[in-house]
């Protein structure tokens, strides 16, 4: 639209030009004639109708003028002239659908980005963009050399596979069990959808003691609770100064004005810290947080964090009580009794929004919490153990290749994980199932290349925004797991993982530069 208007502005402003001295020259032809009447006998009146035939033939010539001398119009009202113009600059960008018209040498346009998906409710009559088989090189000879480097370490493993059909075009150490680091959040992250659904969410709330004026912060579990303000929580993640303010507002109307606090974590069970001890990666891991127990005013990456983040949370809950006018004690840990009047809650975004926070920035913090509330949905304990044992039973309920895989938390901190790259593409192939809407978080999460996440620095020179994928990353293990579409409009899920690697940055590009050569293949 903006080229058109471009284009057709100045032939406008030709055509009044050019209709301005006739309309002049009109005008004074008819300011005589215009006098004479003034002084000629009133007639009597002209009705409506004829003002009105009047006005509509003097429009109409007016119009008539403007038309000879701006060009000619077809028969859709639009000007043949500027029709022509915007064919031919369509032509020259933005999407290449055969016939550009473009120079010989001249840059190509842009190509356009084909639906890849079927629809989530998986009709039949979805429009499929796969071509007949292509003539490109085989997966092997693209694939293979690029696996080889010695940046990749002792021992690596891949799996390509088409999406829509479930075919695998390309496999190498498939079944092999290797350390997924981070890609343990994509099974994380299928799991809780499972158990959960994508619509679940989690919930903080207040309760009262009756008659002892105990107030009770319960932890419901929530890793995305935030006690910051309200122009910094821009995300729309559950408020601890809301609760606060709806709490001390419910004791308002009950005449209370001081209480006793207290603050209730027993919904996880077992060790709060996690196998790694302390890490600038990972709070301690507990029912109750605020901001992911951070020290600084990060939201994602690592940081400091504080040692208790229950005790950390209730004494940020307690500041805002006084400041609302509650007067209140030290709090301590406790348990709210099945006696307690509850008073206030907030509640998070839905599960399936915290997924692919969690997939985006590689949140370990939501990818324990969300172990431990798939534990909670089986009916097991929430703890390390629990956590690692209900994903794996959620995923054997799906039927997925489990042969190997061995899970010991959800985030993939744990260098004890072992996940095959058969396992993370069958993952990622169930997300994109049509039967199962509920598990597209896991493929809109993964982050971006060049764009967002933790792939918001890669791929400067490589398939920018064309590869979605996890990444994973510790010492010696480095993998990437997601999709890319193809030059034939396949959308392909890929799994590659190496261990023994030597160099961190060089076996990342090593995958990056894998991964855009699937995403410029057209292979077979």
Request: aromatic share 4%; net charge positive; charged share 20%.
């Amino acid at each position: 639209m903006e080229r058109i208007a471009n284009a057709v502005r100045p032939r406008l402003a030709r055509a009044a030009t050019a209709v301005r001295p006739r309309a002049a020259r009109l005008a004074r032809s008819v300011r005589p004639g215009l006098a004479r009447i003034a002084h000629l006998p009133r007639p009597r009146p002209v009705r409506t109708w004829q003002y009105t035939a009047g006005a509509v033939t003097a429009g109409l010539a007016l119009a008539a003028g403007v038309v000879t001398v701006a060009g000619p119009w077809d028969a859709t009202g639009q000007r043949t002239a500027e029709r022509d113009r915007a064919a031919a600059l369509e032509r020259s960008g933005g999407a290449d659908h055969g016939g550009s018209g473009t120079s010989a040498g001249a840059p190509r346009p842009a190509p356009s980005a084909p639906p890849v998906l079927t629809g989530l409710d998986g009709a039949a009559g979805t429009v499929s963009t796969k071509k007949a088989p292509p003539a490109g090189k085989a997966f092997s000879d693209v694939l293979r050399p690029l696996l080889g480097v010695s940046a990749l370490g002792g021992s690596h493993a891949a799996v390509v596979v088409d999406v829509t059909t479930g075919e695998r075009l390309y496999g190498t150490g498939a079944g092999m069990a290797l350390a997924p680091a981070s890609t343990t959040k994509i099974a994380t992250a299928v799991a809780a959808l499972s158990a959960l659904g994508p619509d679940h969410r989690f919930t903080t709330r207040t309760a009262l003691e009756p008659d002892t004026r105990e107030l009770v912060l319960v932890g419901g579990g929530d890793p995305t609770l935030t006690a910051r303000d309200d122009r910094r929580n821009t995300d729309g993640w559950a408020s601890l100064r809301t609760l606060a303010a709806d709490t001390a507002a419910a004791l308002e109307r009950r005449g209370i004005h001081k209480i006793t606090l207290s603050y209730d974590t027993t919904l996880y069970s077992g060790p709060a810290l996690h196998p790694i001890g302390v890490n600038d990666n990972l709070a301690p891991v507990s029912a109750l947080s605020a901001d992911e127990g951070r020290t600084d005013d990060s939201t994602r990456g690592p940081a400091f964090r504080v040692s208790d983040p229950a005790a950390d949370a209730a004494g940020k809950f307690a500041g805002f009580l006084r400041a609302a006018g509650v007067q209140t004690t030290s709090p301590g840990p406790s348990k709210a009794t099945g006696r307690a009047t509850a008073l206030a809650t907030v509640t998070s975004p839905p599960l399936s929004d915290v997924v692919e926070r969690m997939l985006t920035n590689s949140d370990n913090d939501i990818a324990e919490a969300l172990a431990r509330q798939t534990a909670l949905a089986s009916g097991g304990p929430a703890d390390f153990e629990g956590g690692a044992k209900a994903v794996a039973a959620q995923l054997g309920k799906l039927g997925l290749p489990m042969s190997g895989a061995s899970f010991h938390d959800g985030s993939g901190l744990s260098r004890d994980d072992r996940l095959t790259a058969d396992l993370l593409t069958a993952l990622l192939v169930k997300a994109g199932d049509p039967a199962r809407p509920g598990l597209r978080p896991v493929l809109s999460g993964l982050p971006v290349a060049r764009f967002t996440g933790t792939l918001a620095g890669r791929y400067a020179d490589g398939a920018a925004g064309f590869v979605r994928a996890k990444t994973g990353t510790l010492t010696g293990v480095n993998t990437l797991a997601g999709t890319v579409v193809d030059q034939d409009g396949r959308l392909l899920a890929f799994a590659f993982l190496a261990s023994g690697t030597t160099d961190p940055h060089q076996a990342q590009a090593a995958l990056d530069k894998t991964a855009t050569a699937l995403a410029a293949c057209g292979c077979r």
